[in-house]
């Protein structure tokens, strides 16, 4: 191996010994096709994986999503605004939520919102054995097909926390680990003001956006927020039908981009 080392380093000079071992790199990072994507890969550092924060898109349209972990009283309020505006959304759910609140998870999927998996008891998953990650996921999924019938395909892990394992734990059970790029920060009690002012100057095409179910100021930045997005042009949807379902890949900034096809063979 030293000698092979040497070898090489006469042989390509030290800029071209960097190189090759970038193409190394690249080549273990997995089945990413393109010489773009390569290059990324490179730079992401090789095996790191990330759940996805926002879309790679042309198209003006954007997601907002709700995480419900506690209370139910602005709930409803957030729901009639949702209504009025003719927006339909995501909202990821707890099992505590969904034991205390069956009929408002209910009347979520009958006025038309995706519902996601939040996990069962809302535990940091980067402190859970690859076991406890998928009975998470399990529980929570079974609670949310038994009360409203829906079969949610989205994840959003507690506190934003991951790793490798978690998402490869999602993966292997058909479910997209979603996370978010611009975040409301409603949970801290900004006023209404200071929310529309993150939102609004955080979005681009493809973002996803953090609330929460039961926000203080929510309600009330909500109105502004749908009025403004939807005079620049964007449409709002629900997070799977902004996100690719297939053929993807997440980049080291948590975009996800579609796969470029394969070159034909000469």
Same mark, same amino acid.
């Given at each position: 191996?030293?000698?092979?080392?040497? =070898?090489?380093?006469?042989?390509?000079?030290?800029?071209?010994?960097?190189?090759? *071992?970038?193409?190394?790199?690249?080549?273990?990072?997995?089945?990413? !096709?393109?010489?773009?994507?390569?290059?990324?890969?490179?730079?992401?550092?090789?095996? @790191?994986? &990330?759940?996805?924060? %926002?879309?790679?898109?042309?198209?003006? @349209?954007?997601?907002? %999503?709700?995480?419900?972990?506690? *209370?139910?009283?602005?709930?409803?309020?957030?729901?009639?605004?949702?209504?009025?505006?003719?927006? &339909?959304?995501?909202?990821?759910?707890?099992?505590? #939520?969904?034991?205390?609140?069956?009929?408002?998870?209910?009347?979520?999927?009958?006025?038309?919102?995706?519902?996601?998996?939040?996990?069962?008891?809302?535990?940091?998953?980067?402190?859970?054995?690859?076991?406890?990650?998928?009975?998470?996921?399990?529980? $929570?999924?079974?609670?949310? +097909?038994?009360? %409203?019938?829906?079969?949610?395909?989205?994840? !959003?892990?507690?506190?934003?926390?991951? $790793?490798?394992?978690?998402?490869?734990?999602?993966?292997?059970? *058909?479910?997209?680990?979603?996370? #978010?790029?611009?975040?409301?920060?409603?949970?801290?009690?900004?006023?209404? +003001?200071?929310?529309?002012? &993150?939102?609004? =100057?955080? +979005?681009?095409?493809?973002?996803?956006?953090?609330?929460? =179910?039961?926000?203080?100021?929510?309600?009330?930045?909500?109105?502004?927020?749908?009025?403004?997005?939807?005079?620049?042009? /964007?449409?709002? +949807?629900?997070?799977?039908?902004?996100?690719?379902?297939?053929?993807? /890949?997440?980049? $080291?900034? *948590?975009?996800?981009?579609?796969?470029?096809?394969?070159?034909?063979? $000469?």
């Amino acid at each position: 191996m030293r000698v092979m080392i040497i =070898n090489l380093r006469q042989r390509l000079g030290r800029l071209g010994l960097i190189a090759f *071992g970038l193409v190394l790199i690249a080549l273990m990072a997995g089945p990413l !096709r393109g010489p773009t994507e390569v290059l990324m890969a490179v730079m992401s550092g090789g095996n @790191k994986l &990330r759940p996805i924060y %926002s879309v790679d898109t042309p198209d003006k @349209k954007i997601a907002i %999503s709700f995480d419900a972990c506690w *209370g139910a009283d602005l709930t409803r309020p957030i729901l009639d605004i949702l209504n009025k505006y003719d927006v &339909r959304t995501t909202f990821f759910l707890v099992n505590i #939520w969904i034991d205390d609140y069956p009929e408002l998870v209910k009347t979520i999927v009958a006025e038309g919102h995706e519902l996601g998996l939040h996990s069962t008891t809302h535990p940091d998953f980067v402190k859970l054995s690859e076991a406890q990650m998928e009975q998470e996921l399990k529980d $929570n999924y079974d609670a949310i +097909v038994r009360v %409203s019938g829906f079969k949610p395909i989205l994840f !959003r892990p507690p506190f934003g926390s991951y $790793n490798n394992t978690m998402i490869q734990v999602c993966e292997r059970m *058909g479910i997209h680990a979603i996370q #978010w790029d611009v975040d409301s920060l409603d949970w801290k009690d900004l006023s209404a +003001v200071e929310i529309h002012r &993150r939102v609004v =100057n955080g +979005v681009k095409p493809g973002s996803i956006v953090l609330f929460h =179910n039961n926000g203080k100021h929510t309600a009330a930045a909500l109105p502004g927020i749908i009025e403004t997005l939807q005079g620049q042009g /964007y449409e709002i +949807v629900p997070i799977s039908e902004l996100i690719h379902l297939d053929n993807y /890949y997440v980049d $080291n900034n *948590g975009v996800q981009r579609k796969k470029t096809p394969s070159p034909e063979p $000469n």
